[in-house]
């Protein structure tokens, strides 16, 4: 196991560049299942949440290349298999997306559960609604989700929330259903965009894709292709947070900084000052951090992605902010390590009141999930003196390489290996 240190106070300072999108990569390397062909991905961000995702294609017979780093090929033309277990399943929710593409390219799949998840119970419902409306037969067996599909036949399908891997998953087997079908209340999220593109490039033929109502012309089969993986819109809005929080100056390069307007009007109205160039942001704070409330939302509202980071500013804001988690019923985690900081926070049931403090202290804390660890290296960067934040595989599943970009930006932080446990001698 290992363990990220950071000592505290150093306004952070110079250019970083952002990695491929988490959550662009995952549904396009699951789309390769639909192909008989070769995809070339670039910009694939290295990931663990990325590795889990080719140990899953692979076990299920797709070919998997790496030929030099951040670029994957991946051939799907022999690939047979149609079970995703439990034990892979279990460690990346993700790997649900493998689910439609399945059912579309083999008629049938054994998908586990998701099972629940630190920020919540996270069920599929939705998305086996949408595959059942398509003319799979989908029964729950010993935690698996098992569907048969003779032939998918295209449908209008309302979902009753715009669930993002939910309208993924939908959108993939829609593609190779006879016929034609709609997605209402589709999910808008950028990521949803970036699928129904490298979708088409396969010969798909999806419109509206990024808006709530898509259209899917379904194909008889689809073929190989290349592209090239948008950047992370929530790495660059967590170091937007850095150059924030700890009172910097820094410009985050090849981003679009169109996919954050909800973030980067909450991170002006706190006191930031943010310059946009074409897929350049700069971000300066020099004086005073203001609270300001945000309610999280789906896209295009303030990412539920983002919460966890931007609370870790406003704990050193003046004033007090109510910050309002509406996308998922326990995605606070975060909150008790920012108390042990020194923080003073009060939650009631999805709200949460930060009261601004003057400064956090350094302390031992614990990483819970993938964006709760982020919000703790930041609130450490702010930090009087030193924090260590253990259980780091939870970032490592969705930033690369965190610490060597912010050591580039001046920040004092190594990671290091967790040091033995010191057993307690029960007498
Ligand atoms: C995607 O998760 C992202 N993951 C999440 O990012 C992100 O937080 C989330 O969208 C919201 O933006 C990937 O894209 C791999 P949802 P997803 O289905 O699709 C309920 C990260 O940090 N729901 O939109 O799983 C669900 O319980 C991760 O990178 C149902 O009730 O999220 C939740 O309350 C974390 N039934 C809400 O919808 C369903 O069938 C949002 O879930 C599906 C979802």
């Given amino acids: ?42 910009n694939v961000p290295a990931l663990r949440d990325v590795n889990t995702m ?23 033309s022999e690939a047979r298999g149609h079970r995703a277990s439990y034990d ?18 083999f008629g049938r799949a054994e998908v586990s559960l998701p099972g629940g998840c630190a920020i919540g119970a996270r069920p599929i419902n939705i998305h086996l609604m949408g595959l059942e409306k398509l003319g799979a037969t989908i029964s729950i067996e010993n935690g698996y989700a098992c569907a048969e599909a003779s032939v998918l036949k295209g449908a209008k399908i309302t979902l009753d929330f715009p669930t993002v891997t939910g309208t993924m998953n939908i959108m993939m087997a829609a593609s190779l259903a006879k ?12 990521e949803v965009g970036e699928l129904a593109s490298a979708l088409n490039l396969m010969g798909a033929r999806i419109y509206g894709a990024g808006s709530d109502r898509i259209e899917i012309h379904g194909v008889e089969s689809l073929s190989g292709m290349s592209y090239e ?32 307007d909800a973030v980067i009007n909450k991170l002006r109205e706190a006191g930031a000052e943010i ?13 005073e951090l203001h609270a300001v409330d945000v309610k999280t939302g789906v896209y295009p509202a303030f990412a539920t992605d983002m919460q966890a980071q931007f609370m870790a500013l406003m704990t050193i804001a003046r004033g007090s902010s109510v910050i309002t988690e509406t ?29 601004g403090v003057e400064q956090l202290s350094g302390a031992p804390l614990m990483a819970t999930d993938l964006r709760a660890s982020a919000s703790l290296i930041l609130a450490g960067l702010a930090a009087q003196g030193e924090t260590t934040v253990s259980r780091i595989y939870h970032i490592d599943r969705g930033y690369e390489k965190i610490e ?20 307690v001698q029960t007498v």
């Fill in 275 to 287: 310059f946009i160039r074409d897929h350049d942001i700069r971000i300066r704070r020099l004086g």
């Fill in 327 to 355: 996308v998922f019923e326990n995605r606070f985690m975060h909150v008790a390590e920012l108390l042990r900081m020194g923080a003073d926070i009060l939650v009631e049931g999805n709200n949460a009141v930060v009261r």
């Fill in 1 to 42: 196991m290992e363990r990220i240190v950071i000592q505290g106070g150093t306004p952070l300072q110079g250019k970083i560049r952002i990695s491929g999108a988490k959550n662009a990569a995952l549904p396009i390397m699951a789309a390769s299942l639909l192909c008989h062909g070769r995809c070339s991905l670039s």
């Fill in 88 to 105: 892979l399943v279990r460690t990346m929710r993700a790997s649900v997306l493998v689910l439609g593409p399945l059912i579309a390219r």
């Fill in 179 to 190: 016929g034609s079908s709609v997605i209402e209340n589709a999910a808008c999220e950028p």
């Fill in 54 to 76: 080719v140990v899953l294609l692979r076990d299920l017979g797709v070919v998997i290349g790496q030929p030099e780093p951040g670029r994957l090929e991946l051939d799907a």
């Fill in 229 to 260: 993986i948008m950047p992370d819109r929530i790495e660059t809005g967590t170091f937007l947070v850095a150059g924030a929080i700890t009172g910097g100056d820094i410009t985050v390069q090849g981003c679009r900084p169109e996919h954050l």
């Fill in 404 to 423: 060597k970009k912010l050591q580039d930006l001046g920040a004092k932080i190594r990671r290091e290996k967790e040091p033995e446990k010191n057993t």
